[in-house]
């Protein structure tokens, strides 16, 4: 089982900057990559940003240019920096892990942007 525990999130300005942490722990060995998501319309979560073990990235076309991703593959951590935050960016931020089929979700961040 892999344990994943976020970090960071907060109540920023519109235009602000906010940093996640998200540490993998437990059987973390063979992991594919991590990845933040948030609930998109229709309650479903939606992929922001996404590193995979050999450094890949991928975004959400609404991120790209303001948020990035980085990892720590000796740390087993993944980290989310959000530039001019936008009040659409609010929303409940989830990192996952994946290995496999398997998909390994954390508690969630709360991220609100303030006007």
């Known amino acids: 089982q892999v344990r994943m525990v976020e970090s960071g999130g907060g109540l920023v300005q519109a235009g602000g900057s906010l940093r996640l942490s998200c540490t993998a722990s437990?059987?973390?060995?063979?992991?594919?990559?991590m990845g933040w998501y948030r609930h998109a319309p229709g309650n479903q979560r939606e992929m922001v940003a996404h590193i995979t073990s050999g450094g890949n990235t991928n975004y959400v076309d609404s991120v790209k240019g303001r948020f990035a991703i980085s990892g720590d593959n000796a740390k087993n951590t993944v980290y989310l920096q959000m530039n001019s935050l936008k009040l659409e960016d609010t929303n409940v931020y989830y990192c996952?892990?994946?290995?496999?089929?398997?998909?390994?979700w954390g508690q969630g961040a709360q991220v609100t942007v303030s006007s």
């Open positions: 437990g059987s973390t060995f063979k992991l594919d990559g």
């Open positions: 996952a892990a994946d290995r496999g089929r398997n998909r390994y």
